[in-house]
Structure formats: structure tokens, C-alpha cells
């Protein structure tokens, strides 16, 4: 019950003592971790990275139904600007004097003409750096203008500083989204079962939910791109299953201990085997084991022809960037289809009594690791010094391999997860090594953002371990 | 009478005595002939009220409401003997950021060129308490104070939110901060309050510019709405703040303090608080 009593998330750092700043060889992470927990490092040059407000923005705007008032000066709603996502949403773009006297009347104006001018079924009060500082109390306003219109008021409580990890914005948002829009567990519960992503695009997330069809078991995902209805749903699930790790661990603890949904914290369905064993295992749980036995064992036979594909590239070196769980799978991947992990960036690592790591770092102990989100210097860095045959990440990160001249494979566009996913992936990875030319003239071989003597630097040269 | 504007900022922990001395220091000022502008930095706006018969004044961050033009007249009155008095103001208690309002009701006045407008000889700052965020510092940051004086009795706290003043000192002074004029011993009584006021002086080598006797006829002023300057101009308190007040804008040599590192403080206190009982020990047996 203890989540959800308090009046928003924990900070990464502290919640699960995640760390954003790492370079080094895994096995130095792997040590760390098993003598407790990772030292927490400090940048002595820090480039710019998401803020958790971008991340319960971009989280926000994918909940079908609701609208979004940000609380703050009008920048802090750039997030929102372009994304056509069909979410009302609005910014008190407060000033000056709001700052020192309260934007409390600001607010308010705010929601009623959001109220009036869209009626949407919900409203999230989004709190931003400014008004962190004065201490708005939106938590007021939202409860006297909740009974006033009708209408569910939701504060979410992003500040922008307080934590260096963007994922703490992740964890905010589910806190607000369980807390107040999601209704107690009924006695009658549903047929389905929660799958709890926010980092998966929406096809990826719908080919899992095809795959849990096939084995004739519903579902719903939760936080990411989910509406109103569902959310009323979520406390009725016979299960919630994890599929990003830490991300998922609050939504799945949570519901667990105030609803009593039991929560499955499984390795994630990457590549071939690692999708067997999450299909098999969560069709066990919910009463399906013999249909998923059986299903994974005929996408196992159809799957035998994606790493034929790849067989002329055996031995490529592959480079990826994905959130931790993502990626230890992702190695699994890479095996499977003959292709070398040659370096892994991670945007942080909360990895206490974390097996994946333990398993990646047995077999790869020098792998070249980087924790950090942004920071394309440390990455160019590293880019440079492995010349890796494929870089693997999602959305702009790849723009910093493409410079160097390294094909790229960006995974915004592709789904992951699942047996559809291990194909694609594949697909696409054969199709990237085979025209590796489009990236090289891109590139030109050179990043010219730094100069050569900076790349000259040991890439940990600004991750430092602070003495105290 | 000096040509160039002596910009003065007086602090002190909460209820000490500030605007009561400010305000009498701005009288004394005004009735020897100077142009003065006292600004009120705190939320309460109520610093210069004893200079100007207790009326309520619009505050410079009122004034801004709703992006209004603000003129001087809006946020200005003439109180006594001339006196330009403006309260800075600021949120209502428990909402907004009064260190932000300091800051944003003086670079108003600057925009405003009040100063200039005036022709002020003196300009003092009330600043309200302890210097508690970068807000409440503003006044000594950026040179835009000459001189700052803090105002502290012989209680522990006034004389550790004297130390915490000090800090903020030493750190802006070098980069152009004001520096300290002294410290203003106020409402003295006790046989041990001024030698204790001298030696935490000493220790952080700074001065005390005067001290100021604990006196009924301040009370007295007070609940008649004015200074003793105004209200009692022949009593011996308001010789006393004239002499303050003297000696405040003839002082040329301000200095850069040394604060106390707080276990020194804390271990400086104790030393004083077993001095004392030493001393009362024999007036209290007999």
C-alpha cells in the first residue's frame, strides 16, 4: 500500500538506486552490483539529456482520452508542440509575478477553459521546474475544481531536477494515473491479463498482444497509449507482466499491493528464445501453458529462416542503445543470429541482484559499457574507438553513428518484442549491413563536432566517482 | 553632504528590530538634511510604516498586477521629514517566492530610476530576516549595495543569523558584493550583552558601528505610528539613534567579515553561556 500513499514517485536514484553516469567494462558494473549497489557518478561535462517532465509529457500524451494542463512557464509545454497525438492540452504559461506570488488563479482559469472548450473525460495537472520551486499547491486546486466540474483531476508531480534520470517522469505519471483514474479491484475479475510498457511503440506493443491472442489470452497495455476505459480495467487484470524492467516494476508493484494483481517480473520477449520463455511463462501463469508451449514452438520453426538470412554476416559487430532490460535481451538476439555485441549504451542501470547482467558479463566481461542518457561526446567517443559494423538505438541517438559513417538501425520504427520482432529486427539488420554505403556517405568517416583532441580522451574522462 | 548615492542595507534575524532602527536611522538622516529613500524588503510591507503615520502602502509587486504600467507615484510616499518610502511586498504566507519578489521589486525600482528621480543622498534596504535564499541576497550581490550593517542583540540567534549574514558576505564581496559596515548592537540590557557583542566583533573581525539601549520611549513611539526621532525628537534614545545614524553615513571603511564555522559558533556560545553563569551564580545565591 506504501507506493501509492505518498504524494508522487520516488526518484530513480532512490527508488531503485539507479545510477545515470557509468563507463567502463560490464564486469566493473557486475561487480559493483553484487557488492550492493553501483556507486552513483557524477559528470564533470554534462551534455543535454531528457528531463523526467519530457518523459511524463511524452507518457501523457499517449493516454487516449486525456487532456493536459502544464503548469508552468510556457517552455516547459515544448514538449507537447508538434506531436500530433489528438491530446487537448494547454500551459498557464506563467510569469514573473505568478513565480513569486502563486499561480494558483492561473491554474485554475486554465482547467475551466480546457473543461469548457474540450469536456474531456480527465485532466492532468502537470507540474513543472518554476512551480516546484514556489510550491503551487496544485494538489488544492485539483481537488476543489474536481468536485466543481465533475471531472477526474490529476496532478502529476515532474519537477525537472530532482532526479537526473528522465524515467523518474515515467514513474510519476503511473503513480498519478493508479492513484486517481484507475478504480478499486472488482470482485468479478477480467479474462485479460496487463502488459505494462511505456517505452514500446504502439505496433510492437499490438504484435505482443496478437501473440498472447494466439494462445487465447487477452490483454491491455498499460501505461503507454492506453484510454480511460482501460485504465478502469487495470485493477480487474488476473495479471500484470513486466516488460521493462524498472519502468514496469512500479505500475506491477503498485497494483500488487494495493489491488492485489499479481505481478510477473520476467526477462523481456527479445529474440528467439528469450520470447519462448516469456510466452511459455506467462502463459502458464494465466492457465495457457499448453497452447504457448505449443505456439513458440511453430514461430521457433518459422523463425529458422531470419538467421539463414544473416549467415553471410556472421561475426558483424553490432553497438546498441536500449534501456537496460531491452538490451541484455537484445544481446540474446545477437547471438542467436551470429552477429557480436561490440558495445552497449544504457540510459541508466538499476540492476541490484540483476541476473541478465551477471549472464551478459560472464560471457562478455570487457564489453565497453556506457550508462547515460544523451551525452552523444562519451558516445561518439566510444563509437569511434570500436567501429562497429551496425549501431542499434532508437529515434535521434543513431543521427551521432550516422555522422561517423556507421549504418544505422533505428528501433522507433521497427517492433522489438515478440516473435515479430526478432524477424524484423533481423530483416532490417540484413538489409543495414548489406547497403552500408548510404551511411558512409553520410558520415564521411568523421564527426566534426569535436575536435580530435577531445576524442583523443579516454571516453570516461568526465564520469567521475565523487570522494566523500 | 556626500554628491554620490550611499545605497545601505540593514539585516537581522525576525523581530530583532530592524525596521525600527532603519527607520529611525532614515528620520535622524532626513531631519540633519539628507535626501533618503527607505525600501521595505519584506513581504509584511510594513518597515516604514512609523514614517508615515501607519498607512497602508501600495507595494511595488501590487503594482504589477495584471501587467499594469507602474509609475512611481503608484508605489512611493513622502513620509517624514521627506523620507521616499516603497515596500517592496510580496506573496501572501505560504504561497510564491518572497526571495523572487526582492529581487524583482528592485530591479523595478531600478527600471523606474527612482534613485536618479529622487536625487537620494541614502537609500536603505529593510531586508527581511536571515539571508535564507539567493533572493533575500540581492541587495549585497551585484554591487548594488555600499555598505551592509546587521542589526543583533545578545541572543544566540541574533548572532547566528548575524554569522549566517556574514557568510553571504564573504562570499559576494570579492566578486563586487557590498561589503560590512559594522554590526548594530540593539536593545541592550543585560551586563554581558555588549562585551558578548564585542567579542563575537572581534572573532570575525568586523566592529560595532553603536549600541542601541533597550528604552520604553521606542515602545512608546511605536504605538503612536512613529520614530522616536518624530514622536520623543528630545529624548536621549533619539540622541542615540542620531549618532547611529551619524556614524552610518560618514563610515568609509567597510570590511569583509570572517564568519564562524558552526561548531565554532556553537563552541564560542557555550564558552559565553558558562562566562555568564559564573557571573550570575553570586547574585543569584545572595
Redesign the interface.
Given at each position: 500500500m506504501t507506493l501509492l500513499r505518498q504524494r508522487t514517485a520516488l526518484i530513480r536514484e532512490k527508488r531503485s538506486r539507479a545510477i545515470a553516469a557509468f563507463c567502463g567494462p560490464i564486469d566493473s558494473l557486475r561487480q559493483e552490483a553484487e557488492q550492493g549497489s553501483p556507486a552513483q557518478r557524477v559528470r564533470t561535462f554534462s551534455q543535454d539529456h531528457p528531463s523526467d517532465l519530457q518523459r511524463a509529457l511524452h507518457l501523457l500524451q499517449s493516454i487516449q482520452g486525456l487532456a493536459v494542463v502544464v503548469h508552468g512557464p510556457a517552455g516547459c509545454a515544448s514538449a507537447l508542440h508538434g506531436v500530433d497525438s489528438g491530446t487537448p492540452w494547454t500551459v498557464t504559461a506563467i510569469d514573473?509575478?505568478?513565480?513569486?506570488?502563486?499561480g494558483?488563479s492561473k491554474l485554475r482559469r486554465a482547467i475551466k477553459e480546457l473543461h469548457a472548450s474540450h469536456r474531456p473525460p480527465a485532466i492532468a495537472i502537470v507540474a513543472t521546474p518554476v512551480v516546484a520551486?514556489?510550491?503551487?499547491?496544485i494538489e488544492s486546486v485539483a481537488a476543489e475544481l474536481r468536485e466543481e466540474l465533475g471531472t477526474p483531476i490529476v496532478p502529476v508531480f515532474s519537477d525537472g531536477f530532482r532526479s537526473k534520470i528522465s524515467a523518474t517522469g515515467h514513474d510519476v505519471v503511473v503513480h498519478a494515473l493508479l492513484k486517481h483514474l484507475v478504480p478499486q479491484r472488482p470482485r468479478n475479475l477480467g479474462t485479460h491479463i496487463n502488459l505494462l510498457g511505456s517505452s514500446a511503440s504502439h505496433e510492437d506493443l499490438q504484435g505482443l498482444q496478437q501473440l498472447l491472442e494466439e494462445i487465447g489470452i487477452q490483454s491491455l497495455v498499460f501505461p503507454r497509449g492506453s484510454s480511460l476505459n482501460e485504465l478502469e480495467r487495470v485493477a480487474a487484470a488476473r495479471l500484470s507482466v513486466g516488460l521493462e524492467g524498472d519502468d514496469s516494476d512500479y505500475a506491477g508493484q503498485a497494483l500488487r499491493d494495493r489491488h492485489g494483481v499479481p505481478f510477473l517480473d520476467i526477462a523481456p520477449p527479445v529474440g528467439n528464445a528469450n520470447t519462448a520463455h516469456w510466452l511459455k511463462t506467462v502463459g502458464e501463469a494465466a492457465g495457457h501453458g499448453a497452447q504457448a508451449a505449443l505456439a513458440a514452438s511453430c514461430h521457433a520453426h518459422r523463425l529458422q529462416r531470419s538467421v539463414q538470412a544473416l549467415a553471410a554476416f556472421n561475426g558483424a559487430r553490432v553497438f546498441v542503445n536500449l534501456p537496460a532490460p531491452q538490451a541484455f535481451a537484445f544481446a540474446d538476439l545477437l547471438a542467436e543470429l551470429g552477429l557480436v555485441l561490440a558495445g552497449l549504451k544504457l540510459p541508466s542501470y538499476a540492476g541490484v541482484g540483476d541476473a541478465a547482467l551477471g549472464q551478459l558479463a560472464a560471457r562478455l566481461p570487457h564489453l565497453p559499457l556506457l550508462v547515460g542518457e544523451g551525452q552523444p561526446f562519451e558516445e561518439v567517443n566510444l563509437l569511434q574507438r570500436l567501429r562497429p559494423d551496425l549501431y542499434i538505438g532508437r529515434g535521434v541517438s543513431s543521427s551521432h553513428a550516422l555522422r561517423l559513417g556507421i549504418p544505422t538501425l533505428d528501433l522507433d520504427r521497427i517492433p522489438l518484442h515478440g516473435y515479430l520482432g526478432a524477424e524484423r529486427v533481423a530483416r532490417e539488420i540484413a538489409r543495414s549491413l548489406s547497403n552500408p554505403a548510404l551511411a558512409r556517405f553520410l558520415g564521411g568517416g568523421a564527426d566534426e563536432h569535436y575536435k580530435p583532441s577531445w576524442l583523443t580522451r579516454s571516453t570516461h574522462w568526465y564520469v567521475k566517482q565523487e570522494v566523500k | 553632504m556626500s554628491k554620490k548615492t550611499q545605497h545601505l542595507a540593514i539585516y537581522g534575524k525576525g523581530g530583532i528590530g530592524k525596521s525600527t532602527t532603519t527607520s529611525n536611522i532614515a528620520a535622524a538622516l532626513a531631519e540633519a538634511g539628507y535626501r533618503v529613500v527607505q525600501i521595505g524588503c519584506d513581504p509584511k510591507s510594513d518597515s516604514t510604516n512609523t514614517l508615515r503615520g501607519g498607512n497602508y502602502l501600495n507595494t511595488v509587486?501590487d503594482s504589477?498586477?495584471d501587467g499594469a504600467v507602474v509609475r512611481l507615484n503608484d508605489i512611493a510616499a513622502v513620509g517624514f521629514k521627506g523620507v521616499v518610502c516603497v515596500e517592496a511586498g510580496?506573496?501572501?504566507p505560504g504561497?510564491?517566492?518572497?526571495g523572487?519578489?526582492i529581487n524583482?521589486a528592485i530591479s523595478l525600482l531600478q527600471e523606474l530610476h527612482l534613485f536618479e528621480e529622487v536625487q537620494a543622498d541614502v537609500v536603505l534596504y529593510d531586508v527581511l530576516g536571515d539571508v535564507v535564499c539567493g533572493g533575500f541576497a540581492v541587495p549585497i550581490r551585484e554591487g548594488l549595495t555600499d555598505r551592509v550593517y546587521v542589526v543583533s542583540s545578545s541572543d544566540f540567534m541574533a548572532i547566528y543569523a548575524a554569522n549566517n549574514l556574514f557568510k553571504a558576505i564573504n562570499k559576494y564581496a570579492p566578486s563586487g558584493g557590498a561589503k560590512l559596515g559594522g554590526i548594530i548592537a540593539n536593545s541592550l540590557s543585560a551586563s554581558y550583552a555588549q562585551p558578548l557583542i564585542d567579542d563575537f566583533a572581534e572573532r570575525t573581525s568586523t566592529r560595532v558601528v553603536d549600541y542601541v539601549p533597550r528604552s520604553p520611549v521606542v515602545a512608546q513611539s511605536e504605538l503612536y505610528g512613529q520614530t522616536v526621532i518624530e514622536a520623543n525628537p528630545g529624548s536621549a534614545q533619539a540622541d542615540v539613534y542620531r549618532r547611529l545614524a551619524r556614524a552610518i553615513v560618514e563610515d568609509t571603511d567597510p570590511v569583509i567579515p570572517k564568519p564562524l564555522a558552526v561548531n565554532d559558533l556553537r563552541q564560542w556560545a557555550r564558552d559565553w553561556g558558562d562566562l555568564i553563569l559564573r557571573e550570575e551564580q553570586p547574585a543569584l545565591a545572595a
Open positions: 514573473q509575478r505568478d513565480s513569486i506570488m502563486g494558483d520551486i514556489n510550491n503551487d499547491d | 509587486l504589477t498586477r510580496g506573496p501572501v504561497v510564491g517566492c518572497a523572487r519578489g524583482a
